[in-house]
């Protein structure tokens, strides 16, 4: 079966410093994967997708960047956070279904910038 | 602007009681798709109704769509505390369904 990972759970940064998280997958090949960022009590605003390695597209401008350095393996960076980053980040990979794409969301990670 | 609205933005019903969540959308889909969120957790995928299904059923869900209207609703019947969450419509309007636009949300509370 099919199994999402991120790390870390929660993390707590200062204003101007790196971040990196990490989104794995396992059980599937070849998938199509997600970042998304949530702000509290909002809907989930899409940051970038990949639909394979070295194709990755920005949905929007900002100062995070992702990289797919593996099949399987989406990482989300900055290098020097803001507050307005603060929020709650969340993995997805998809899988289609005849015409649609199902995806499949891993446990997130709370980010706050202080 | 949001691809998907949903309607209400909170409700709080008893338990045992019928729940019904609206979504409405802008533009031509091809399905659209409901997903749940527990407080602090990621995204769980419900139900996916295609653009020439009217009806769906899946266990205590019922979906229906309107494509003629843009809307769809998310009927969560004999409710219990385990469905306070927040629920999302997503449509897949672009990227050939790649990418999916999500709701704002509707925020169920479930009291027992």
């Known amino acids: 079966s099919q199994t999402i990972h991120q790390w870390p759970a929660t993390l707590v940064q200062p204003v101007g410093s790196p971040l990196s998280l990490e989104c794995t997958v396992e059980?599937?090949?070849?998938?199509?994967l997600y970042w998304y960022r949530q702000a509290a009590g909002r809907g989930l605003q899409l940051l970038f997708y990949?639909?394979?390695?070295?194709?990755i597209s920005s949905e929007v401008p900002q100062n995070l960047s992702a990289s797919r350095p593996q099949d399987r393996q989406f990482i989300l960076s900055s290098k020097k956070l803001l507050l307005s980053d603060s929020g709650f980040y969340l993995c997805?990979?998809?899988?289609?279904?005849?015409?649609?794409?199902?995806?499949?969301f891993g446990p997130g990670t709370r980010l706050t910038v202080t | 602007s949001q691809q998907g609205e949903e309607d209400p933005q909170a409700l709080s019903i008893q338990e045992g009681e019928n729940a019904t969540m609206n979504c409405s959308y802008k533009?031509?889909?091809?399905?659209l798709q409901w997903y749940r969120q527990n407080s602090g957790r990621g995204l769980v995928h419900l139900i996916l109704?295609?653009?020439?299904?009217r009806e769906k059923h899946s266990g205590r869900l019922r979906v229906t769509l309107d494509t003629s209207k843009k809307s769809s609703s998310l009927l969560i019947t004999a409710s219990r505390a385990a469905d306070t969450a927040s629920y999302f419509c997503?449509?897949?309007?672009?990227?050939?369904?790649?990418?999916?636009?999500f709701g704002a949300g509707t925020i169920l509370r479930v009291k027992s």
């Open positions: 997503a449509t897949d309007v672009l990227a050939g369904g790649v990418k999916l636009v």
């Open positions: 990949s639909i394979g390695i070295d194709q």
């Open positions: 109704i295609r653009s020439n299904e």
């Open positions: 059980g599937t090949s070849n998938p199509n």
């Open positions: 533009t031509s889909i091809n399905n």
């Open positions: 997805a990979w998809s899988v289609q279904l005849g015409i649609a794409y199902e995806q499949y």
